[in-house]
C-alpha cells in the first residue's frame, strides 16, 4: 500500500479539495462536527460519531472526492493514538469491495500531530493484510491501494519521519504475519531460517545458523530434547544489527522468540479439537524476525540481536519422554514432566546463548502458556520481569507502541513449584499459576541479565476478524520490541 502525507492550506478547506476514490472524516460521540455539511445523516441518528461507526454519502456537494465516510471515533476525552490507528484500519477495511482504491484521510482539531500521522500509517498497513496467500480463487474484491493522510495544514517537520516510522514498524510487523500464518506443512524450522535469512540479508544485517550439529557441540540439551521427535531438524537463527558508531560498553539488547513451527505436544499430547492453531507457536519467532527489520530500517543507537529458536514438536519414536532429564546450555539439568512444556526449554537455551554472545538485556516473547489466556484473556499480553528498570522502559515503549501489556507476578515462592530431586529444576509447576511458573523457569535460565518475558498466547493471534485486523497473526510485539531499541537511553 502506497502511503504519504499532504499538507493542503489554508486550514479549513483540506477536506473539501481532497480527490480521491473516498476521503475519511473523523467525528466524535455527539460532537457533530459536521452537522452543517450533512444535516439530514446527523438529523436521522445514522451519523452518531460512536466508535468505530462508518456512514458512507456519495457524490457530496462541496467535495472533491467521489465519497465521504463519516468515521466515529467515539468519546474524544478517550481518544488516542490506539484508537486512531483501529479506527484508520476499520475504515480501509469498511471501504473494501466498494470500488475505493485511493483514500484521503483528513486529520485536523488536535489530533493532526505526529502520533496520529503514525498512528494512521500504521492502521491502513495493518489493515490491507490478508491471510489469503494459498488460496487458488481468491474474492475479487478492490481493496485501498493509496492512502494520503491530510494533516489539517500542520507544519511540523517530524510528520515525515512519524510517516516513515509508522509504514516501517506496520509492514515489519505484516512481515511478522506473513511468516505466522504459513501452514505447518510449508514452515519448518529449516524453511523458517530461509525466511530469516531473507529478511537479514536483504537489510544488511548479519545472520547466522546453528544447526542441529553445532547445537550439539555447545550441549543445548534442552533445545535439541524438544526436536528428537521430529524428522525436522531444529534451528536457531541468530540475527544481528549493530549501529554504524556504537559507544563502548554500550548496553546490547537481545530480542528471543519462540518458534516451534507446529507443536503437537510430543508425547504428552494435546487433544484433537483446535490443534491445527499449533502452527501459530512460532509466532514469537516471527515477531523478532519482523522487529529485526524495522530495526534494520530505523537504525537505533545500541546494537540489537534477535535469537529465533525453532523446533517442531512431534510425538515420533525418539520423541523425549515424561521423566527425562536433559542438560541445557547453561549446565542445569532439566526433568521433563510433560512434554507439551517444550517452549520454555527451547527458550532455555536461546536465552543462555544469547547471554554467551554478549547480550546485557534480554526480552523474550513466546506462546508459552494458556494459563495467560486465563487470567488475561485475549486483550493483554502478560509481563514478568528480574529486573524493574527494563521493564519500566519496555512499558513505556508498548504504551507508546498501543499494545497492551500487563505486569504479571514473579515472587521466588513460584520456585517451589519447579522444585525436583532428580535434576536442578523440574520444566511444570503444577496446575495453578502456570504462566508464573512458566516464567519463573525462564527466570533461572536469564540469571542476573536484565530481562523481560512476555507471554503471547492470547495477543499472537486472532481466532475471529476484528474491524480493524483480518483473521489470524496481530504482529505483537514488534512495534514495543522496536521501540524498546529506539528510546533507548
Known amino acids: 500500500m502506497d502511503v504519504r502525507l499532504t499538507r493542503p492550506a489554508p486550514a479549513g478547506t483540506e477536506a473539501a479539495g481532497l480527490d480521491a476514490d473516498a476521503i475519511v472524516l473523523v467525528d466524535f460521540d455527539s460532537a457533530r462536527r459536521f452537522a452543517d455539511k450533512f444535516p439530514a445523516v446527523y438529523e436521522s441518528g445514522e451519523a452518531t460519531g460512536e466508535f468505530l461507526s462508518f456512514t458512507l454519502l456519495h457524490n457530496a456537494p462541496g467535495f472533491a472526492a467521489k465519497r465521504v465516510l463519516l468515521a466515529g471515533a467515539g468519546k474524544r476525552e478517550k481518544f488516542d493514538a490506539a484508537a486512531l490507528r483501529k479506527l484508520a484500519g476499520a475504515a480501509v477495511r469498511h471501504l473494501k469491495g466498494k470500488g475505493v482504491r485511493s483514500l484521503a484521510f483528513a486529520l485536523d482539531d488536535g489530533i493532526n500531530g505526529a502520533e496520529h500521522v503514525e498512528a494512521v500509517a500504521r492502521g491502513v498497513i495493518l489493515a490491507a493484510w490478508e491471510p489469503d496467500r494459498l488460496k487458488s ?24 519521519a512519524a510517516l516513515e516510522h509508522g509504514r516501517v514498524i506496520a509492514e515489519a510487523a505484516n512481515v511478522a504475519r506473513d511468516i505466522a500464518v504459513e501452514p505447518p506443512n510449508l514452515l519448518t524450522p529449516t524453511t523458517m531460517a530461509e525466511a530469516a535469512r531473507k529478511v537479514a540479508e536483504a537489510n544488511g544485517l548479519a545472520f547466522d545458523l546453528l544447526d542441529e ?14 526436536a528428537q521427535g ?18 563502548s560498553g554500550a548496553a546490547h539488547l537481545g530480542l528471543v522468540g519462540k518458534g516451534v513451527t507446529f507443536d503437537t505436544g510430543g508425547i504428552s499430547i494435546k487433544p484433537a479439537e483446535g490443534m491445527e492453531k499449533m502452527k501459530y507457536d512460532m509466532a514469537g519467532g516471527a515477531a523478532v524476525i519482523g522487529a529485526m527489520q524495522a530495526i534494520a530500517k530505523l537504525k537505533p543507537s545500541i546494537p540489537v540481536t534477535g535469537f529465533i529458536p525453532a523446533v517442531e ?63 488475561l484473556g485475549y486483550v493483554s499480553t502478560g509481563v514478568f520481569t528480574n529486573d524493574e528498570q527494563l521493564t519500566e522502559r519496555f512499558l513505556h515503549a508498548s504504551k507508546d ?38 516464567a519463573m523457569f525462564l527466570k533461572e535460565f ?21 474491524p480493524w485486523m483480518a483473521k489470524g497473526p496481530t504482529g505483537i510485539p514488534v512495534a514495543s520490541f522496536v521501540n524498546l531499541a529506539l528510546n533507548w537511553k
Not at 550439529?213 to 540439551?221: A, C, E, H, N
Open 137 to 160: 480463487r481468491k474474492e475479487e474484491k478492490s481493496a485501498v491501494a493509496s492512502v494520503t493522510i491530510a494533516v489539517g495544514g500542520n507544519q511540523d517537520s517530524t510528520l515525515e
Open 213 to 226: 550439529s553445532r547445537m550439539r557441540q555447545l550441549g543445548m540439551g534442552a533445545l535439541l530434547g524438544v
Open 230 to 247: 521430529s524428522v525436522e531438524p531444529p534451528a536457531l537463527m541468530v540475527i544481528s544489527y549493530k549501529p554504524a558508531q556504537a559507544a
Open 313 to 375: 514438536n512431534m510425538p515420533g519414536g525418539k520423541a523425549q519422554r515424561p521423566g527425562d532429564i536433559v542438560t541445557s546450555l547453561s549446565g542445569k539439568t532439566i526433568e521433563i514432566l510433560n512434554t507439551d512444556a517444550e517452549g520454555r526449554l527451547i527458550l532455555a537455551d536461546a536465552i543462555a546463548y544469547a547471554k554467551q554472545l554478549g547480550c546485557t538485556h534480554l526480552v523474550d516473547a513466546a506462546t508459552l502458556t494458556g494459563a495467560i489466556v486465563v487470567a
Open 401 to 438: 507502541a498501543g499494545e497492551k501489556m500487563w505486569r504479571m507476578p514473579l515472587d521466588d515462592d513460584y520456585m517451589e513449584q519447579l522444585k525436583t530431586v532428580y535434576a536442578d529444576i523440574q520444566n511444570i509447576g503444577g496446575r495453578w499459576g502456570g504462566a508464573c511458573t512458566a
Open 446 to 466: 536469564a540469571g542476573e541479565t536484565p530481562w523481560v518475558h512476555l507471554d503471547i498466547a492470547g495477543t499472537a493471534w486472532l481466532d475471529d476478524p476484528k
